[in-house]
């Protein structure tokens, strides 16, 4: 991204991509984001002549640099997967590239902006890169400025971020390039939200900021078993810990696991970093945070098997969401991908409902991590409702906290199975399989799902697995529901 001086800023975002430029520029948006397509609107195309367009989306990258005040490098770091530090260190080749794009092409000063996370020390080389390869007479200054927003949540986060974090060099030409960020910035965030640093500082705050978020799910999800096991509940847990201020409520829900581009990506740099500077303690601390993600995942996975009677062949389970989490499109490291892999492992017939995901998106996560292509392909359908999902299902498995999934409110719903809660009604064989649920007009789901609706339809016993804690779990029980939560020792007790 670029973005020329204040006070008339004009954005530039330049990618060789040129089938996400093209969707940008189009009224579909690569990603989904709430909110997103509206804000990108009004900024790209103006609006109703008032305002000109300042939000501009090219191929032409050298253009863009040569226009540009400030560069921000925004490219992908993801985990290194072949050579020294794979499958810890972030691979930086895509920040080289635009940094020396950039020398190559300036003939002014530039400010370049690290977007992207990286590791510590990474703007040395980028400052070397520039010195080395830049024009004569052009000066580069390298400022660190770490991206906060979480996805579902981008648009809120930009408008109102708790706090801007601006990483420089202390002399004096840091100092005032850092200060055109600021100004930048205070458009539209207060300046006492604006925090200028060093520049190591701000880029190892960025992985620190990730390392202790996930690090508070992974502890909760590890009480999640304490409380599993001695009849506790981990909601009421994490509510009592939370009200302690100097704890606080926020990243405290205990899940299946937590997923997402981020997270994983940035402890296992902060443990390859730790190796490296020889701190085997600190590196062995952060990786068992990863070390309990995983786990919880398993954890939660065996969970289903066992109370499936040990065997899921040709079962038929319901995946209620494959997203990382509620309102995005995205499935980086979503725990969805690894229950997914170990229920088709189980040989489960998978019925995955998803309400953003791509189905072409599902496909190639299962294929990238699947132990036999021919079988996830036999075993996995993909759903466009999450009723179809359930017909003949022996069990729902909540992954994902989309809201439509909770129980809704649908009074005009009667409870009305035709052999009784506990009677079995549905014939995997019949046509209803393939036309939806009989009786029934199809129905928007308000503010949740009818789960009555979904209780005519599946196989008895009924289980769901809530890998989110989002489901009022009495009120299914009132349907005939065996409902297993996470940290909840709710069906432990029977
Ligand atoms: C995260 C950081 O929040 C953000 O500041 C950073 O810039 C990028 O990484 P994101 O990955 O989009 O953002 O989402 P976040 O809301 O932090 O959730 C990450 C994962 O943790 C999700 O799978 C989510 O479901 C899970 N989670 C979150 C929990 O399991 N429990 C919680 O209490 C919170």
């Not at 008032?50 to 985990?79: C, E, M, Q, W, Y």
């Not at 510590?120 to 000066?139: F, W, Y």
Request: hydrophobic share 40%.
């Amino acid at each position: 991204m670029i973005a020329n001086r204040v006070p008339s800023i004009q954005v530039t975002v330049t990618d060789t991509n040129a089938r996400r430029i093209a969707a940008w520029n189009s009224a579909n948006l690569p990603i989904y984001e709430p909110n997103l397509v509206d804000l990108v609107k009004t900024a790209r195309d103006g609006v109703d002549g008032k305002h000109d367009p300042n939000l501009f989306f090219t191929t032409d990258v050298d253009r863009a640099i040569a226009g540009a005040d400030l560069i921000f490098i925004s490219v992908n770091t993801p985990t290194k997967m072949t050579g020294h530090g794979a499958g810890r260190a972030l691979d930086l080749s895509y920040v080289e590239a635009a940094t020396r794009k950039i020398a190559e092409v300036a003939e002014s000063n530039k400010i370049v902006v690290e977007k992207s996370t990286v590791p510590c020390r990474t703007a040395e080389s980028v400052r070397d890169i520039l010195a080395a390869n830049g024009k004569p007479g052009v000066h580069f200054d390298v400022l660190s400025n770490p991206e906060f927003l979480a996805e579902g949540t981008a648009i809120p986060d930009l408008l109102y971020p708790d706090r801007i974090l601006i990483g420089s060099l202390s002399n004096d030409e840091g100092i005032t390039a850092a200060a055109a960020l600021v100004d930048l910035y205070a458009q539209w965030v207060p300046r006492e939200r604006i925090i200028t640093m060093n520049l190591w500082s701000s880029e190892l705050a960025k992985i620190a900021a990730n390392a202790l978020l996930a690090q508070r799910i992974s502890s909760i999800n590890a009480l999640s078993a304490i409380c599993e096991a001695t009849g506790a509940d981990i909601s009421e847990v994490s509510y009592a810990a939370g009200l302690d201020k100097r704890i606080g409520p926020y990243m405290l829900k205990s899940s299946v696991g937590f997923g997402g581009s981020c997270y994983k990506k940035d402890i296992l740099n902060l443990v390859y970093l730790s190796e490296s500077m020889h701190l085997p303690e600190v590196a062995a601390y952060w990786k068992s945070v990863v070390d309990i993600n995983e786990w919880q995942k398993d954890r939660f996975a065996k969970r289903i098997v066992a109370c499936l009677y040990n065997t899921l062949t040709s079962k038929k389970v319901a995946i209620f969401g494959f997203a990382y989490k509620k309102n995005t499109g995205d499935t980086r490291e979503s725990a969805a991908i690894t229950i997914v892999n170990i229920l088709v492992a189980e040989r489960a017939k998978v019925a995955i409902y998803d309400p953003q995901v791509k189905e072409e998106q599902i496909w190639q996560d299962l294929w990238a991590n699947s132990a036999s292509l021919n079988e996830t392909n036999e075993c996995v359908s993909i759903c466009k409702n999450a009723y179809d999902a359930c017909i003949d299902a022996h069990a729902v498995i909540i992954v994902t906290e989309w809201d439509e999934f909770k129980v809704g409110d649908f009074s005009d719903s009667e409870i009305n199975l035709p052999n009784g809660v506990n009677g079995h009604s549905s014939d995997p064989t019949s046509e209803k399989m393939h036309r939806g649920i009989p009786g029934t007009q199809p129905r928007e789901p308000q503010t949740g799902l009818d789960w009555s609706r979904i209780a005519k339809v599946m196989r008895r016993p009924m289980f769901v697995f809530d890998g989110r804690n989002i489901v009022d779990a009495e009120k299914l029980e009132k349907l005939g529901f065996r409902v297993e939560c996470i940290g909840n020792a709710r069906s432990g007790s029977r």
